[in-house]
């Protein structure tokens, strides 16, 4: 049985009531042509500021981080959709003490009763220089980075969760093709110029190893000064067809998730029994 992913493409500010706006828009919309789960990009609630975890504002950002939990919650009964949270800071984790002054960048997966059901800690953080208007990334600055692989069980399929820089970094999906990912969200906020240059050709390597569904929402266009995003949001199949993409300014994409068709994939090369190495 067929159902329905969407991936949704923001160009979120520092004004959260107006980023929540939008995004409430967008799953209404995404909600009103039957899609099941709904993905947001990263960040989709607060972006385009130099320091977007001030650490002088931990408490805070915790109660922010407890609202918009609140505000996901009732967002995905009212209008019946599973919601994968793109990323939101959150000042605590699990299991282990958080680095001082630091928070975790938490992807949040709420079902269709407003259940909190899984919670995936970004791993890869973006440390780097981009020849961009913004030019040094240090995300490590602010964000501790997680240390497991998450999966769920959704109405469209078994899910596997990363953000954004994880895409990089191909062991870590091929851990979630290992437990029995069907489909892997990829939530955003990818440069302009790291995205012209890597971001669909990194997506479609990634459906095609894994042989699962990539739904990528992406950020799009000019947060601030210094920020600017690539867009493209798209869902990609397991054969690495690109099946919906927005280039450019705030929307939705959507496709269906047909496991059927991901199950002939794997059968006609079973690449996963022909591994040899192991990462």
């Known amino acids: 049985m067929n159902s329905a992913v969407a ?71 009212k209008y019946r959709v599973w919601l994968v949270a793109g990323s939101i800071p959150i000042a605590s984790c699990p299991a282990d003490r958080l680095l001082d002054k630091h928070v975790r960048a938490a992807c949040l997966v709420i079902n269709d009763c407003g259940d909190e059901v899984a919670r995936y800690d970004k791993i890869h953080l ?9 030019g040094r990334y240090r995300e490590s600055a602010t964000v501790a980075a997680g240390d497991q692989v998450v999966l769920v ?31 892997i969200t990829v939530p955003s906020a990818f440069t302009a110029t790291t995205g ?13 190893e894994t042989q699962c569904y990539i ?25 690495g067809e690109v099946l919906a993409c927005l280039q450019a300014g705030c929307g939705v994409v959507s496709a269906e998730i047909d496991l059927e068709k991901l199950t002939a994939v794997r059968k006609g090369m079973p690449i996963q029994d022909h591994q040899r190495l192991v990462f």
């Open 215 to 239: 739904v990528a929402p992406n950020q799009s266009g000019r947060h601030s000064a210094t920020r600017c995003s690539y867009g493209h949001s798209m869902i990609i199949d397991p054969w």
């Open 196 to 208: 012209a240059a890597h971001w669909q050709v990194l997506l479609r390597a990634r459906a095609i």
């Open 7 to 77: 991936a949704l493409q923001m160009s979120s500010t520092r004004d959260r009531e107006e980023n929540l706006t939008c995004a409430e828009l967008l799953i209404k919309k995404a909600a009103g042509s039957g899609v099941k789960l709904v993905v947001l990009p990263e960040n989709f609630a607060l972006y385009g500021i130099d320091n977007l975890y001030p650490a002088g504002l931990r408490e805070s950002e915790n109660n922010s981080a407890d609202s918009l939990r609140k505000w996901l919650s009732s967002i995905a009964i």
């Open 153 to 183: 069980d959704t109405p469209c399929g078994r899910l596997g969760l990363t953000i954004c820089y994880d895409l990089r970094f191909a062991a870590q999906f091929h851990q979630l093709r290992q437990q029995g990912a069907e489909i």
């Open 126 to 134: 973006f440390d780097v220089d981009v020849a961009d208007d913004k």
